[in-house]
Every structure is written in structure tokens, then in C-alpha cells.
């Protein structure tokens, strides 16, 4: 019996070995590098070069990209480019040109002031941001075409994995660099900037090589849901007009019909879960690196334990997280993962009132990446479970897009509300918004329940 059951466990380890899961460490690095560049990063950059915490709040909306991601994913989801889609596939053609567009904004950001020419440095911020969110359309889409529900939860663990390593290369990297580079940290200096964002920007080329290599995903036919069937009205229309609104009918309205189709008015219940769950940590992680400034933490500092010690406990987390739900289930680890997550942001209080130590801070940045790793990883596998594939980049990126929406907005006010409270009464607050995501989850897994997808391998 207990040979069964080492056995059992070796088993699901053994999932992220894997083609589909390895490809998706890769197109995970190459999607999250650009995230901590216009978000995280770009906070510290902005800070040391003198910008106020409320404009940086406010500058933190760029990320609203990828809030509104929906908006175009019809296209991405149907449109075929030219002689791209030809060569290299649908989703990969899509890959390509988005890729291209972040490497291509990240060397203007390297090229930019923010002392000189704010505006301009936020209006490249804002290219790749929608760039990168346009990735984030394609790659999800690809994750959920390349495989059932039995490898979306591994999937979901090696794209983090890649992912987080990427933020550890923007994160750590790009302050080591800019440390490496300065000649003196106690005045601002733009080449050490200059330097580490044109480095990012060249490591752009792991993704594009990784998209030109891999295979284009071939999910399944599957009939459309007796709700989104054409309408009769559409036959009628004249010549001209027929296709075009067919055409809106099938990309852009009809992953919507279904999804609504399916829950009922649950829906709602399951909206409201996504639109909330990740509050906690998104609305810390906008103010994170503003407070390590202002707590007197060096640059060495913060690379080394936020980003790489912190990014290893989140790896850790989310391996553990994909494991979990492969033998648990989604919901169970979905609620663990909401719970961890509001009470280790409650350390950053206390982090807040012993003010920089360092030691306090491995302790903190360890708990608190370890749960959002977690929950990540289930909360990933959540969503991917709610998609039909048959609408696959559309309706993903509605879940994803939702998950960021109020979260970012709340957010872009985190500089004011500091400078109002004060950091402990702030992280004490962020904690406490995630008391709601708890009834939610409990709630979803009460009254919805989830298509299970059988494994394309």
C-alpha cells in the first residue's frame, strides 16, 4: 500500500516531463518579462529618479492592459496575418508579432529619461504592455489547445515556473545590472537603466526562438453549443453584410453566449470570484517596491530576497500548488491558496513597523510568495477549466482580464491611500480584502462545478 502511493505520487510528478508542460516553461519565461518592466520595475526606476508615490500609482495603470485584453481578443482568437499565419500556424504567427513589438518598446523604454520625458517613457510602457498582454491572449490560448484538464494544472506549474524565473531576469536582474552599472546609488543616473532594459529587451529573443521551434497546437473539433448556433436573421442580411456580422456573431459574441449559456445566472457567482481573488496580492504588489525604498532597503538588497529568493519560494509554491490540485482538486487548493495569501500579507505589517531588517524580510517575502505561488497555480487551473476550447483565447482572456480589472484600479490609488494611513493600516487593509474572496470560493464550489477535458495525449 505504501509502495502504491509513492508510486501514485512519483506518477504526478512526473506529468511535467512532458512535452506540452516544458514548451510552456519557455513561453512562460518570454511572458513574464515584460510584466515587472512596466509594473514592478518600472516603480523602482521611476521612484529612485524622483517621481512621487501618487504618480507612480497612477503611472502602475499602464498594467490596465492587461485588464482589457477581451476587447481584442476576437481578433486574436480569428484573425489569421497574412503570409505569418501561412508559415508558422495561427497561434504561433500571433506569438511572433507580439514578441517582436515587446523587444522593440523595451529598447525605447532603455532610450527614455523619466527626469527628461516622463509622457514618453509611459507611452512606451504602454506598447508593451499591449503587446504583452497580447502574448498572454496567444500563449494561454495555446496552453489550453495543447491539452485536457488532466495536464492543465501541470501546464499551469511550468508556465509559472518559466514565468516567475522571467521576473526573477526583470526583477533581480535588471537591479543588479542597474547596481552594477552605477557609479554612485546615492544620486539617480539614467545608463544604468539604459543598460539593463536594452539587456531585457534582448532576452526577448528566448521567446521568438521558442515560438519559431515549437509545433501549433491542434485541439479537438468540437461542436458549438446549441446557444451560440448562428441565428436565422443573419441568412437575410444582404451579401455585403452576411459575413461581417457572421463574423462578430462567431468571434466575438459567441464565446460570451456560451459561457453564460453554461452557468446561468452562476455566472455572475463566477465573475465575481475571478474579478476579486487576486486583490490582495495585486494591490501590495503596486506599492511593494515604493515600500522597500522608503524602508531603506538597498538595491542589493531587494534583488536578493524579493527577487530570487522570493521568486524561488513562489516556484515552490506553485510546484507544490500544480500537485496539489492534480491530486485534490481545483477548489480545495483554490481555497487553501485565498487563505494563505490574506494572512501572510498581514507580515508586511509588521515588516512596516520593525522597519529594514533584513532578516524579517526573508522571513516575510518566504511566506508570502510561497502562498501566492499556491494559489496561483490553483487559481490558473481554475480558469482553464472554466474555458471551452473551442473559444479558447477569448473567453481566457475575459477570465484573465476581469482578474486584473479592479484589482489594478484599486490599485493606481494604493500611493494615495499610504501617504493617507500609512503602510501598516495599509497591508493590515489589503489583508482584510481577502475575506470576501473566501466566501466566493466557497460559494463556487457549493453551487458550480467544472467540466472535466479529457488529455489530448
Known amino acids: 500500500m ?36 512596466v509594473f514592478g520595475t518600472l516603480s523602482y526606476w521611476l521612484r529612485e529618479a524622483g517621481v512621487d508615490r501618487s504618480t507612480i500609482g497612477f503611472v502602475s495603470w499602464v498594467a490596465l492592459a492587461y485588464a482589457f485584453k477581451w476587447v481584442w481578443a476576437p481578433l486574436v482568437d480569428r484573425l489569421h496575418i497574412p503570409l505569418l499565419a501561412g508559415l508558422l500556424g495561427r497561434r504561433r504567427s500571433w506569438l511572433l508579432l507580439a514578441q517582436l513589438a515587446i523587444a522593440a518598446g523595451l529598447a525605447g523604454m532603455a532610450a527614455s529619461d523619466p527626469q527628461v520625458d516622463l509622457h514618453r517613457l509611459v507611452r512606451l510602457a504602454v506598447l508593451v504592455a499591449f503587446a504583452s498582454a497580447t502574448q ?20 499551469a506549474a511550468t508556465y509559472m515556473i518559466g514565468y516567475r524565473l522571467a521576473m526573477i531576469v526583470a526583477g533581480a536582474g535588471v537591479l543588479w545590472l542597474a547596481a552594477w552599472v552605477d557609479p554612485d546609488e546615492s544620486t539617480y543616473q539614467q ?33 458549438p453549443a446549441e446557444a451560440t448556433h448562428e441565428p436565422v436573421f ?42 476579486t481573488y487576486r ?27 524579493t527577487k530570487v529568493f522570493g521568486v524561488a519560494m513562489t516556484l515552490l509554491g506553485a510546484v507544490v500548488g500544480g500537485v496539489l490540485v492534480n491530486r485534490l482538486g481545483v477548489m480545495r487548493i483554490l481555497f487553501a491558496g485565498a487563505l494563505l495569501v490574506a494572512v501572510t500579507n498581514l507580515l508586511f505589517a509588521v515588516l512596516a ?29 481554475y480558469l482553464s477549466a472554466l474555458t471551452n476550447v473551442q473559444y479558447s483565447a477569448t473567453q481566457y482572456a475575459l477570465f484573465s482580464s476581469l482578474m486584473l480589472l479592479f484589482p ?35 460559494l463556487a464550489g457549493r453551487y458550480t462545478r467544472l467540466e472535466a477535458r479529457e488529455d489530448d495525449a
Not at 210 to 216: A, C
Not at 237 to 251: F, M, R, T
Not at 361 to 379: E, W
Open 2 to 37: 505504501r509502495f502504491d502511493a509513492v508510486a501514485g505520487w512519483r506518477d504526478a510528478f512526473g506529468i511535467y516531463l512532458q512535452p506540452r508542460p516544458l514548451t510552456l516553461l519557455l513561453l512562460g519565461f518570454s511572458s513574464g518579462l515584460p510584466l515587472f518592466l
Open 136 to 155: 498572454d491572449i496567444v500563449i494561454d490560448a495555446f496552453r489550453i489547445e495543447s491539452g485536457g484538464s488532466r495536464l492543465q494544472a501541470a501546464m
Open 191 to 223: 545608463a544604468p537603466w539604459h543598460v539593463a532594459y536594452l539587456a531585457m529587451a534582448a532576452l526577448m529573443g528566448v521567446g521568438i526562438l521558442t515560438t519559431l521551434l515549437v509545433s501549433e497546437p491542434h485541439p479537438p473539433a468540437r461542436p
Open 234 to 275: 443573419i441568412t437575410g442580411l444582404p451579401g455585403w453584410l452576411k459575413p461581417v456580422v457572421s463574423w462578430i456573431w462567431a468571434a466575438v459574441l459567441s464565446p460570451f453566449i456560451d459561457f453564460f449559456g453554461r452557468y446561468g445566472w452562476l455566472a455572475l457567482l463566477v465573475l465575481a470570484l475571478i474579478a
Open 279 to 305: 486583490i490582495s496580492d495585486i494591490v501590495l504588489g503596486v506599492i511593494a517596491n515604493v515600500f522597500y525604498v522608503d524602508m531603506g532597503f538597498t538595491k542589493t538588497e531587494v534583488a536578493n530576497v
Open 353 to 381: 513597523n520593525v522597519g529594514a531588517s533584513v532578516p524579517l524580510l526573508i522571513g516575510v517575502v518566504a511566506m508570502d510568495n510561497l502562498a501566492g505561488g499556491l494559489a496561483t497555480a490553483a487559481f490558473v487551473a
Open 408 to 442: 489594478k484600479v484599486l490599485g493606481g490609488f494604493s500611493g494615495v491611500i499610504v501617504d493617507q494611513i500609512g503602510y501598516q493600516r495599509f497591508f493590515v487593509l489589503v489583508s482584510l480584502m481577502g475575506v470576501p474572496v473566501l466566501v466566493l470560493v466557497w
